[in-house]
């Protein structure tokens, strides 16, 4: 059992992107993209958006962001 649980990586850990869902007639979500300056974008592909160190530095992001944005975080499909 040891060795199971060493071998299961913790999702808070993962690297992470964040996420909202634009509209409900979208495609699917729109990925936050963070500039030099701190100006913000959202980018519908993730290859195009700002990479996060973990699930948790990307969920801590989106929850300082507007209620109104309803954003969160996404592990990254790589």
Known sequence: ???TAAA???VT???AFVARIADYAADGPA????????AMEWVAAQCDA???VSM???TRHA???PARLRAFGVPRRD
């Open 1 to 3: 059992m040891l060795a």
């Open 8 to 10: 299961v990586r913790d």
């Open 13 to 15: 850990t993962l690297p």
């Open 31 to 38: 990925y936050l993209r963070l500039a030099a300056d701190g």
């Open 50 to 52: 700002t990479p996060f």
């Open 56 to 58: 948790r530095e990307a």
């Open 63 to 65: 929850t300082r962001l």
